[in-house]
Nanobody
Framework: QVQLVESGGGSVQSGGSLTLSCVVSGYTGRPACMDWFRQAPGKERERVASITATGRSSYAESVKGRFTISQDSAKNTLYLQMNSLKPEDTAMYYC????????????????????WGQGTQVTVSS
């Protein structure tokens, strides 16, 4: 079975940095597209960043310029580098692997059936 395991969450002060990792196993080949999502209590789930198997990426406006999504195919690992963190970034962060891609002029969308990780908590204090 496909399994995704996130790590790297923790507590940081405003302006700090944190890097999340997501190790993928059980896939034949590589996922076509991978996402980072986040969800805070009482708020809707939000897609924060996406990347295709060939390295094309896109970001939510709320994190653009502060977060960077990347991957190491040899290690089957997805990363999210988060800089200039703000209290509003506090959330549970999840990674997901999808089997399809949808393109627009400025947006990369991971589509199809998603496999989800269990999440890692990020807390940013003022």
């Amino acid at each position: 079975q496909v399994q995704l395991v996130e790590s790297g969450g923790g507590s940081v002060q405003s302006g700090g940095s944190l890097t999340l990792s997501c190790v993928v196993s059980g896939y034949t080949g590589r996922p076509a597209c991978m996402d980072w999502f986040r969800q805070a209590p009482g708020k809707e789930r939000e897609r924060v960043a996406s990347i295709t198997a060939t390295g094309r990426s896109s970001y939510a406006e709320s994190v653009k310029g502060r977060f960077t999504i990347s991957q190491d195919s040899a290690k089957n690992t997805l990363y999210l580098q988060m800089n200039s963190l703000k209290p509003e970034d506090t959330a549970m962060y999840y990674c997901a692997a999808s089997n399809g891609i949808q393109y627009s002029s400025d947006y990369i969308g991971c589509v199809g059936v998603k496999h989800w990780g269990q999440g890692t908590q990020v807390t940013v204090s003022s």
